[in-house]
């Protein structure tokens, strides 16, 4: 049953809720305001079309206009984050064409698509950069494709999406796409000191959230010497009750960013050194139980079943040099970095394993149980690269880069009663498996890129990369029922060869025609050593077709269209034999689609949005089958049929977005925005069938086919409104206004043992959410 709250908590939140919605009905006494006390011309805040035009980016690893770049980018703002009080990766999910952000509960337990480019294996296909470092695993054994890295976005001046394969300048796990996080830097003139805060009601939640930062600008020595330092902490209330015990709001979550950045600028060179440290620290899932059948609540709204807590944690410490040094004939940049990752996950496996109790050991009832994964990581970074001016027809960039990554998974799962106590003896807290997984990747990199200019009309970029890797891992099970003791190690080598050319035709001032052919890979490695499983699975690759438009048309409108076309070979996907999971490389599959992006001026004071993408993402061959004998019987099994669509991805997704600014008398100015935002429906996974045979393979004994969950599509509405002069920013939001049940993400809980669907899990978008901030700055 879904609680009712007591009485002593409504009046806090009916204060909250009304103080947010008086915020955010002061927008329709807008045009009153302005006729009763005019703006003077140096008040107004609105962007204007030149603004519009001047966007920087590094995509290319030097600054350039956005609009010049035959690419297909997208920039959230410091300004967007702030508003719509962005605080994980889903949140921007709206602003970017093409960009599919699975999440499975909590921040940081996310996957993360580009233009239908799914990871199907174990690592990513969509890479994340902190300025000029590259965050996050690249091999095969951390699991990067479930946990994306998903920073609280604080101290951040933009985050730069790029879409399509990125393989020339930003190396492994990019073939989809890449996330790029830009900093602010310290400034060098001015001491600033920031102070804000929040309070936040979920639907569904008792407690109220809340949220502080701070953060610090001080020059140390005038045009020289700066440092800039932030801390940011937000505390999520839980809204996801437990049929189990009858607790209410299990999910409670909290997220801290803390930042140190030193800047040191002389006349030639510049040196950056960077600190960051992020957690997050949640109670449990937010995800909802359904009913197999039906898909509808299986115990009530926003409540979920758990014998077992599910906690995840996640500690990411950060540090990175990097190095600007104008030689004079071109610029010289060392870019390193060092990190540390430590995440801990904890699935409830009562329904998976809970019945080993009374069915194989044949004590009187069944138990609980939890499967743990902890994985750790350190990563060292280098990259040299020397960059020539911008200051002729001829740009180039050449460098190398080094990267190594000390990695351990751990598995862990046991038995023990379904109070948490141990087992009758002589059982007692049953180990069913204790695997370690230490594993090493190693890449080493050379590329290139260069663009040519013509003449005025025609310019064509071009580059290359090739990159060698070498890994190792063993896999060690010390104790348990589930899988065979003992130890086995493997290792593998490969080289990749990467390229893109993008030649780019001026049609007039305002409009570029481009089109850009580019290659990008995931890296394979070492292979479980298990019967019926490859000893090493290769590389993924792929190959990406792009025809873009970026114009501005009358002076006030932005319009970006692109197609695209992507081949996919050798795509890594996950297989189980007996039991043991390995990977394998299936057939072919591709992504076609269109992306669209308008921006409309409409005044000094109103700006509509309206972005969106269609994308076809299928399979073209079925994935391999796997044979694996199993006495009498020969079992055969695949995991994906040619026509099946590559997982959360919405064939269609758009969004629509309206800006308002108002000056105000005193300095002040008022903003109230607005975005609406469709997902379509979405399959969970791809279509398995098993059939098993006599031992001579001469009769079909059974054909089991499994077809993929379908995730329904759900729209969503969001409203954001703020009062600020030039110290004080007071800031009302409401997110899921209609308080929609959308999902990003279901799978279904089967007994290990007795193969029955006891139920299906999925994560629903935050219910509706009041927010209040303020902030000021001095």
Request: charged share 20%.
């Amino acid at each position: 049953m879904h609680k009712h709250h007591t009485r002593e908590r409504a009046p806090m939140r009916r204060s909250l809720t009304t103080a947010i919605s008086l915020t955010l009905a002061l927008g329709m006494a807008g045009p009153t305001l302005a006729q009763q006390a005019p703006a003077e011309a140096g008040d107004a805040a609105a962007p204007n079309a030149v603004t519009l035009d001047e966007v920087v980016v590094t995509a290319n690893k030097r600054v350039e206009n956005i609009r010049e770049v035959a690419s297909s980018i997208s920039v959230i703002s410091e300004e967007k984050i702030e508003n719509s009080h962005a605080t994980q990766l889903s949140d921007f999910q709206a602003s970017v064409p093409g960009l599919a952000i699975n999440s499975n509960g909590s921040p940081g337990r996310t996957t993360v698509s580009l233009r239908g480019v799914s990871p199907l294996s174990s690592s990513a296909t969509v890479g994340t950069y902190l300025d000029e470092t590259p965050l996050g695993s690249s091999g095969v054994y951390q699991a990067a494709n479930f946990f994306a890295l998903d920073l609280l976005p604080y101290d951040i001046q933009r985050i730069e999406v790029l879409r399509g394969p990125q393989g020339t300048l930003y190396g492994a796990s990019t073939m989809g796409g890449l996330i790029k996080y830009v900093t602010v830097a310290p400034d060098l003139s001015s001491t600033e000191f920031r102070v804000g805060g929040g309070l936040s009601s979920v639907e569904g939640a008792g407690d109220l959230g809340w949220d502080a930062r701070f953060g610090a600008n001080i020059p140390l020595v005038t045009d020289r010497v700066g440092l800039r330092m932030s801390y940011a902490v937000n505390e999520l209330p839980g809204y996801i009750d437990n049929s189990v015990d009858g607790r209410d709001d299990i999910n409670d979550a909290k997220q801290t960013s803390a930042r140190a950045a030193l800047r040191w600028q002389e006349d030639s060179f510049s040196l950056d050194l960077v600190a960051m440290r992020q957690t997050i620290d949640s109670d449990n899932n937010a995800q909802v139980a359904l009913d197999p059948v039906s898909q509808e609540p299986q115990f009530g709204d926003l409540t979920n079943s758990v014998w077992v807590d599910e906690p995840f944690t996640k500690d990411v410490d950060f540090y990175s040099a990097t190095l600007n040094w104008n030689l004079g004939w071109a610029d010289f940049v060392s870019a390193t970095g060092y990190s540390e990752s430590s995440s801990l996950f904890r699935q409830d496996a009562t329904v998976q394993f809970g019945q080993v109790a009374n069915l194989l050991l044949h004590l009187p009832a069944p138990g609980a149980s939890n499967f743990d994964i902890n994985l750790d990581m350190d990563k060292f970074t280098q990259e040299f690269r020397l960059v020539s001016h911008a200051d002729g027809a001829f740009e180039w960039m050449a460098g190398v880069f080094y990267t190594k990554e000390d990695a351990t998974q751990t598995q862990f799962a046991q038995l023990y009663q379904r109070d948490g106590s141990p087992l009758p003896a002589p059982f007692g807290n049953l180990v069913l498996a204790s695997i370690l997984i230490p594993s090493d990747y190693k890449e080493t990199a050379v590329f290139a890129n260069g663009s040519y200019r013509f003449n005025d009309v025609f310019k064509i970029d071009a580059g290359i990369r090739y990159a060698e890797n070498d890994q190792k891992f063993s896999q060690t099970v010390t104790e348990g029922i589930l899988a065979p003791i003992g130890s086995a190690s493997n290792s593998s080598s490969e080289d990749v060869f990467t390229w893109s050319v993008s030649p780019q035709l001026k049609l007039s001032e305002d409009a570029m025609l481009y089109a850009r052919v580019a290659t990008g890979y995931q890296p394979g490695g070492p292979n479980v050593l298990v019967p019926g499983l490859p000893s090493q699975v290769d590389s993924s690759t792929l190959t990406s077709y792009e025809l873009g438009l970026k114009s501005q048309l009358f002076d006030n409108v932005v319009f970006d269209l692109t197609g695209f076309y992507i081949d996919w070979s050798d795509i890594q996907v996950a297989s189980v034999v007996n039991n043991i999971s390995g990977l394998v490389n299936a057939g072919k599959a591709s992504t076609a689609g269109v992306e669209w992006s308008v921006l409309l001026h409409a005044s000094d004071r109103l700006d509509l949005g309206f972005n969106g993408a269609y994308t076809n993402a299928q399979l073209d061959e079925n994935f391999p089958v796997i044979s694996v004998p199993s006495g009498p019987f020969l079992v055969e099994q695949t995991s994906g049929l040619k026509g099946d669509s590559l997982p959360y991805v919405p064939e269609w997704s758009w969004a629509g977005t309206a800006d308002y600014t108002l000056p105000l008398d005193g300095g002040w100015n008022a903003h109230f925005g607005g975005a609406v935002r469709f997902v379509d429906e979405r399959e969970n996974g791809t279509t398995e069938v098993q059939n098993i045979f006599d031992a001579a393979r001469t009769t079909l004994l059974a054909s089991t086919r499994t077809e993929p969950l379908r995730v329904e599509d759900y729209w969503s509405l969001d409203l954001n409104a703020d009062f600020s002069n030039e110290n004080w920013t007071l800031r009302g939001y409401v997110k899921n206004v209609t308080d929609e049940r959308g999902y990003q993400s279901i799978g279904d809980i089967a007994d290990a043992l007795t193969k029955q669907v006891n139920k299906l899990v999925a994560a629903p978008i935050q219910p509706r959410t009041f927010g209040i901030e303020v902030d000021y700055r001095f």
